[in-house]
């Protein structure tokens, strides 16, 4: 699994597996799997069969999941600063909304 490229002088030469092997994990990485997953993607790529392609479903759908949580914490964000930026922009308050939204134990 490991890529040891041979070198012909300062070049690496890389076979078209191994190039293949690359633009799957830099892939993968763009996709935001842990280099764990990426780790326990190939073995499975490599493996083939139902068992591996039933596993590889599983961690792509945990990694949706993951996806789909942040994506809801990240618009809980943005509701919570959005709104004190209203706030702040309409408020004739002696305290400042965007400072109490920040100094907040759970801004919520």
Do not use: W
């Amino acid at each position: 699994m490991l890529l040891r490229p041979r070198r012909e002088g300062k070049f690496r030469r890389y076979d078209g597996d191994d190039v293949s092997r690359l633009k799957f994990i830099r892939r993968t990485r763009q996709l935001g799997f842990t280099l764990d997953e990426v780790r326990s993607l190939l073995l499975l790529s490599a493996a083939g069969g139902e068992r591996a392609r039933a596993k590889v479903r599983s961690i792509a759908a945990a990694h949706v999941a993951d996806i789909r949580n942040k994506i809801a914490d990240l618009q809980g964000m943005e509701r919570v600063l959005a709104d004190a930026i209203c706030k702040c922009e309409a408020a004739k308050l002696p305290k400042c909304p965007l400072i109490e939204v920040l100094s907040a134990d759970r801004p919520d």
